[in-house]
């Protein structure tokens, strides 16, 4: 069964792949659309990015990880190079976790 179920969701996987550049000629959408699906894209992984920095499985994370990710996106934002966001977001969280925060 776990065979069968990779094979489907890999030809499931390689079929999306697959429709985005054989429709994109076919299928036009309008600017208000192309709009709104760029912006739902961003919600979603915003979504994402929270959800991930708050929970840790079924429970709060503590402050640590998410004052880290707050770290990280603030570097984001200011234009830092990826390995100081990544480095910084996880030095805040260590050190806030080392001194005793949750």
């Known amino acids: 069964m776990t065979v069968t179920a990779i094979v489907a969701l890999a030809l499931g996987t390689f079929a999306f792949r697959f429709a985005g550049p054989l429709l994109r000629d076919r299928i036009t959408l309008s600017d208000r659309v192309q709009t709104v699906i760029r912006r739902a894209a961003t919600v979603l992984l915003a979504g994402l990015v929270a959800t991930a920095a708050v929970m840790d499985g079924g ?5 640590a990880l998410p004052a880290g990710v707050g770290v990280g996106g603030l ?6 190079p990826f390995v100081v ?10 050190l806030l976790r080392l001194l005793g925060v949750p």
């Open 59 to 63: 429970e709060f994370a503590g402050w």
């Open 75 to 80: 570097l984001a934002w200011r234009r830092a």
């Open 85 to 94: 966001v990544v480095v910084a977001a996880a030095a805040a969280t260590a």
